[in-house]
C-alpha cells in the first residue's frame, strides 16, 4: 500500500495498491474545523464557539505532540484519558494548574467532539463514551 500526501494537511490520501479504490482518511485537525463549521451552521453563540475552538485546539495539539496521533481512526479512550491527566498537571497561561471547572469544560468539549465524530460516522464507535469526565468540587456554602 502507499501513501500520498498531499499539500493540504487536512487531509490525506491513502491509494490501495491491488485495486482502483480509494480510501480517504481524515486528520483530527480537519474534523474539528468541521465540527466548528456544524456549530457555526447550527447558529451558536460565538462563546460556545470560542470555547470548543480553545478546548479542541488544546486536545488536538497534545495529541500531535505528545501521542502523535494525527489521524481520526487513531483516536481511543486512552488517548482522552492521557489527556484528561496531562490537562490536570500542566500548568496554564497565568501560570498556575487550571481549576477543576476549566477542566471540565475542556473534557466536555472533547466528549461533544467525539459524540459527533461517531454521530456524523467517521468513527464506527465513540472513543469518549467510556470515559468519565472528571468530577467537579462541591462548592462550599457560605
Known amino acids: 500500500m502507499t501513501a500520498r500526501k498531499t499539500d493540504n494537511s487536512s487531509k490525506t490520501t491513502k491509494k490501495a495498491t491491488s485495486g482502483s479504490s480509494r480510501v480517504r482518511v481524515k486528520t483530527i485537525k480537519n474534523a474539528v474545523d468541521n465540527f466548528i463549521l456544524d456549530h457555526k451552521s447550527q447558529n451558536?453563540?460565538?462563546?460556545?464557539?470560542?470555547w470548543h475552538s480553545i478546548a479542541l485546539s488544546h486536545f488536538l495539539n497534545y495529541l500531535e505532540l505528545e501521542q502523535d496521533v494525527t489521524v481520526?481512526?487513531?483516536l481511543e479512550?486512552?488517548?482522552?484519558?492521557?489527556?484528561?491527566?496531562?490537562?490536570?498537571?500542566?500548568?496554564?497561561?497565568?501560570?498556575?494548574?487550571?481549576?477543576?471547572?476549566?477542566?471540565?469544560?475542556?473534557?466536555?468539549?472533547?466528549?461533544?467532539?467525539?459524540?459527533?465524530?461517531?454521530g456524523e460516522?467517521?468513527?464506527?464507535?465513540?472513543?469518549?463514551?467510556?470515559?468519565?469526565?472528571?468530577?467537579?468540587?462541591?462548592?462550599?456554602?457560605q
Open 77 to 118: 479512550p486512552y488517548s482522552f484519558r492521557a489527556w484528561l491527566v496531562f490537562l490536570e498537571n500542566e500548568v496554564g497561561p497565568r501560570g498556575k494548574v487550571r481549576a477543576t471547572r476549566t477542566r471540565r469544560w475542556y473534557a466536555q468539549s472533547v466528549h461533544a467532539f467525539g459524540k459527533w465524530l461517531y
Open 72 to 74: 481520526i481512526d487513531q
Open 44 to 50: 451558536h453563540s460565538p462563546q460556545t464557539l470560542r
Open 121 to 141: 460516522r467517521y468513527l464506527s464507535e465513540d472513543f469518549t463514551e467510556r470515559v468519565k469526565l472528571p468530577k467537579l468540587e462541591k462548592p462550599l456554602i
